[in-house]
């Protein structure tokens, strides 16, 4: 795992350690994120490494409830007071995601640049649980940063392949030089177009049939 101490380091300096309210980057990155969701509304969602709710503020435009599951306690006390008008609907929780396993299912699972800090073992611990929640329907969407960090014990591409290892193909997504974004639907699920009648469906007959 990525030195406990650097996140120490990271939540010491600032309320707002990686920018995320200040960077253009980061802003257009959340918007991108929730403009790729597939579906206009989700029930249950869950938000791994969820720091200070920058992107938690914006899921709870599209989800229900949403469960943040985040390592440091100063991130979370940060997202509390961020989205204390939305208490009723955000459960936090802090949590080391080396060890934690979800006791529940999501129909949404966000990990927004967090799974390239965790060694072999508890990425691919996780890898499985996140499997298991997309066996149980959940869609699964995946951000990571592709330029190298000392801190980062995978490059963003490399995550997204094991999630495609895991997952199979993104059915969506978003990708330039700094950014990949990937959208992973549970199999079977037709494309919101289809669903939303305005393009066939892949077992409808020819038209006219
Ligand atoms: C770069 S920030 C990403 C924040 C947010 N997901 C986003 O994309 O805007 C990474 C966050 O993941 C958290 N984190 C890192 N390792 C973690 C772990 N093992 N368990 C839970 N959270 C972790 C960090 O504390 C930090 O708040």
């Known amino acids: 795992m990525t030195d406990p101490a650097y996140f120490e380091r990271m939540y010491a300096r600032s309320d707002d350690p990686?920018?995320?309210?200040?960077h253009f980057?980061?802003?257009?990155?959340?918007?991108?994120?929730?403009?790729?969701?597939?579906r206009a509304r989700f029930?249950?969602?869950?938000?791994?490494?969820s720091s200070t709710g920058a992107l938690t503020e914006q899921l709870l435009a599209r989800v229900d409830r949403i469960h943040c599951v985040e390592l440091h306690p100063r991130g979370v006390e940060i997202a509390r007071r961020r989205l204390v008008a939305d208490s009723d609907r955000v459960r936090f929780e802090v949590a080391d995601l080396i060890t934690w396993t979800p006791?529940?299912?999501?129909?949404?699972?966000?990990?927004?640049?967090v799974l390239y800090y965790l060694d072999a073992e508890p990425l691919a611990r996780a890898l499985g649980w996140i499997r298991d929640q997309h066996l149980a329907g959940a869609t699964v969407v995946a951000v990571d940063w592709r330029h190298p960090v000392d801190e980062h014990r995978w490059s963003?591409?490399?995550?997204h392949r094991r999630l495609t290892e895991v997952l199979s193909t993104a059915s969506g997504g978003y990708r330039d030089t700094d950014v990949t974004i990937e959208i992973f639907e549970p199999a079977g699920v037709e494309s919101v177009a289809v669903r939303d009648g305005l393009a066939p469906s892949a077992t409808d007959g020819p038209s006219g049939e």
């Not at 990686?18 to 200040?22: I, S």
């Not at 029930?43 to 490494?49: D, H, Q």
């Not at 963003?156 to 995550?159: A, H, K, M, P, R």
């Open 18 to 22: 990686w920018g995320f309210d200040d």
């Open 25 to 38: 980057y980061e802003r257009r990155k959340r918007e991108l994120t929730v403009a790729a969701l597939p």
């Open 43 to 49: 029930v249950s969602a869950l938000e791994l490494g």
């Open 103 to 113: 006791g529940e299912t999501y129909d949404l699972v966000v990990a927004s640049e």
């Open 156 to 159: 963003g591409d490399e995550i």
